[in-house]
């Protein structure tokens, strides 16, 4: 009998574990074949690794709606979501779930319920609301008689239009951290810079526009483009006046803290007094950027009747926000765009229905701290001989930096979240209204980071805007020194709890190393633990070595050096942490992999590159504003620089994947 007990126990004990060796096998040869399926194995390595890793990706995924890894991942996580949202939604106690969820099903329900889009209705909505006066679509001399008796005012619409999240025309205008107090926040004002500074309408945008607008007289439509692309070169010409002191010499735009006060710019007060929909503090502490644009910027307005400017700003609108919507209304476009939208509440019930991913939080943050500590080493080894004052700094930011997975305020999370939409009204059959209140919600929930200190611990979150919001790519916080992790970024092929260790670290591992890297690249240098712009940034850059190999690869890729910091050091660190990880014993990663006849090195090399392998960019223009570059120069550049890569492959000395000289800033 007790015999029979005890083989029950061990069997008990036993049977799980087997379970899951099983299910980890079956795991990690589902990741090895779809590995093989991406590969093109005719191609040659040590010439072009990306065609040799990623080669068949693009057949492999020739009908999908997405383009690369993480859009095949968030493809998925949609999915998920959708099946999610239906199932709650027919439930019989709605009324007892979180007001924020409910808020959340009804805007889903409201994007559904739109069968014809009809942006006419967004500016009834603000007609009604905010009692802006719109002129016609097309200029004519009743529209002009009404004009001189409506008093269009282009400020006070630019202003009103801010506030519904439209910014980058005229005035960029954002809520930053201040310089020297990276918890206290500030206003800036800018010429617009974002994506290479001021953007035209495109002519399929003004077209599509004044498709839904009903606008059919062609030439009437064309002298408007006329009129409209005459003043948008006007506005584009602006983007090279360069920021000066008064004195004419070019000043460093960002130091420049002020108050409305010592301005003197009323457009900009009153501006501000709009959008903020309360007077102005004169002596509140904002940042200007660049005066001389904006006393240019008037310049070029006054020539202009303010209904000509108001019908600019009318249309610049309306393009705004068909971008920002939902591509469709069907499941997975509202599903999309209500992730965009409602980040937080919508990551809550990710969490909450997925409650095996918080057992995995401990596993990512021992992975986090794995490679802190590589990096702690490689600052130890100080190949760049600094002196014990800059390595304390860089340690002290080691030491401080942390990880946030899931990008959700604690404890009492949902206590919190319900705080933040509690001020929202949403309606389940008004989508238009809907989608102009959470873009207002957004826009105030940023100002009102004005009047308190940003939290240090796990209460604080990061605000999304509805790009990051509906995106799972990871990314680094600089000013807070974080680094977020989406919960919907643990998926295959980038994780899985039962994958090898090899895939987790040439995968998820290069991802985290990447966003460290940005607390230590060319920018990241200029900020402490406390993301304060002070410390040793001069002395680290005049660094002879330092300078030297930060030279090098801004020779090579003078846009976006600090994404190939990130990708060269990032991937350089996760390969060393996996095979050099295990200090008791250096080779054990090393050993053959019992699932697959590949070397660990082949596989690592394999799994990183095709976190980016994709579909080709779709424009010049997508690629010339991807702050990351190509995918495939990505991998080409992060390999290249990586001499361990040329010895795995073999490859000759001065080929394309093996140069002679390595650009890496973190040895």
Not at 593 to 609: D, G, I
Request: hydrophobic share 35%; proline share 5%.
């Amino acid at each position: 009998m007790r015999a029979g007990l005890i083989v029950f126990l061990l069997l008990h004990l036993i049977l799980p574990l087997l379970s899951y060796a099983d299910a980890a096998r079956s795991m990690n040869r589902q990741q090895l074949k779809t590995i093989e399926r991406y590969m093109d194995p005719s191609a040659d390595p040590c010439d072009d690794y990306y065609q040799y890793a990623c080669g068949n990706w693009q057949h492999v995924h020739a009908d999908a709606e997405y383009y690369e890894t993480i859009g095949l991942i968030d493809y998925k996580v949609d999915q998920e979501y959708a099946l999610l949202l239906n199932s709650i939604r027919r439930r019989r106690r709605l009324r007892q779930e979180h007001a924020f969820v409910r808020k959340l099903l009804d805007y889903y329900k409201s994007c559904l319920t739109v069968y014809e889009y009809t942006p006419q209705l967004y500016l009834d909505w603000l007609q009604e609301h905010e009692h802006l006066a719109w002129p016609t679509v097309l200029p004519s001399r009743s529209a002009k008689r009404r004009g001189k008796i409506l008093r269009y005012d282009w400020l006070h619409m630019l202003a009103v239009l801010r506030k519904y999240g439209m910014n980058s025309v005229f005035i960029e205008e954002t809520v930053i951290q201040r310089r020297d107090y990276a918890r206290a926040s500030a206003i800036d004002l800018d010429k617009p810079v974002l994506n290479g500074g001021f953007q035209p309408m495109p002519h399929k945008g003004f077209l599509l526009i004044m498709e839904y607008l009903g606008v059919t007289n062609e030439e009437r439509k064309n002298k408007l483009w006329d009129d409209l692309h005459e003043f948008e070169t006007k506005l584009k010409s602006l983007d090279f006046v360069e920021d000066t002191t008064e004195e004419g010499q070019e000043s460093a735009a960002a130091q420049r803290e002020t108050t409305l006060a010592e301005l003197n710019m009323p457009f900009l007060t009153r501006y501000l007094d709009i959008l903020l929909e309360k007077p102005v503090d004169p002596y509140m502490k904002l940042t200007i950027q660049n005066l001389p644009y904006m006393r240019l910027l008037l310049t070029v307005l006054d020539e202009y009747e303010p209904e000509f400017i108001c019908r600019y700003l009318m249309l610049r609108f309306l393009w705004y926000l068909n971008i920002d919507g939902p591509r469709n209304f069907l499941k997975g476009d509202c599903v999309s765009h209500t992730r965009s939208m409602m980040p937080l509440a919508m990551t809550w019930l990710y969490e909450r229905h997925n409650p095996e991913l918080i057992d995995e939080k401990s596993h990512i943050e021992a992975l986090f701290q794995k490679l802190l500590q590589h990096f702690t080493q490689t600052l130890h080894s100080n190949a760049n001989r600094f002196d014990g004052h800059i390595l304390r700094f860089l340690q002290d930011k080691i030491d401080t930096m942390r990880i946030k997975v899931g990008n959700l305020p604690r404890p009492a999370t949902s206590r919190l979240v319900e705080e933040f939409y509690a001020d929202l009204q949403i309606e389940a059959n008004d989508f238009y209204g809907n989608h102009l209140r959470l873009l207002q919600h957004y826009t105030r929930a940023k100002h009102n980071r004005l009047n308190v200190l940003l939290a240090q611990d796990d209460s604080f979150f990061h605000l999304e805007d509805p790009e990051t919001g509906a995106s799972s790519s990871p990314y680094y916080l600089l000013r807070s020194n974080v680094v977020i992790v989406p919960l919907t970024l643990l998926h295959t092929p980038i994780y899985h709890p039962q994958m090898h260790e090899i895939f987790k670290y040439s995968s998820l591992g290069f991802l985290l190393s990447h966003e460290i890297t940005h607390g230590f690249d060319d920018s990241g240098v200029e900020f402490d633990k406390r993301g304060n712009m002070r410390g040793p940034s001069d002395r680290i850059k005049s660094n002879h070595r330092f300078d030297l190999n930060l030279s090098c690869l801004r020779l090579r890729n003078p846009q976006i050096v600090d994404e190939k910091i990130a990708d060269v050091s990032g991937l350089r660190w996760a390969y060393e942490a996996y095979f050099q990880g295990n200090q008791s014993n250096p080779n054990a990663n090393a050993r053959p992999l019992h699932f697959t006849s590949l070397s660990p090195e082949h596989v690592f090399f394999l799994n990183f590159a095709q976190f980016f392998c994709g579909s080709p960019v779709t424009s010049s223009r997508d690629l010339e504003f991807s702050e990351h570059g190509s995918d495939k120069e990505r991998v080409l550049d992060a390999l290249a620089n990586f001499a361990e890569f040329g010895r795995v492959y073999d490859c000759q000395v001065g080929s394309r994947m093996h140069p002679p000289r390595k650009c890496q800033l973190w040895r």
